[in-house]
């Protein structure tokens, strides 16, 4: 709803070159399996979740 939506600027620091542009394609590009992946591998980490 455009009359709620609340847009942030994030600033990144990148310690690692291109680390930051690897994950963001990983999590936000088209390819949903590297998503799906990238799930697997760090579900073990998540202390909270809100479905």
Known sequence: DPTTRK???V???EDIAGE???LVE???G???EL???YIQENAQFVEE???
Do not use: A, C, E, F
Request: aromatic share 4%; glycine share 0%; no cysteine.
């Open 26 to 28: 990983r999590l936000m």
């Open 49 to 51: 979740l809100d479905v």
């Open 30 to 32: 088209k390819k949903p």
């Open 35 to 37: 998503r799906y992946q």
């Open 20 to 22: 930051t542009s690897d």
């Open 11 to 13: 600033t990144v620091q």
């Open 7 to 9: 847009l942030i600027r």
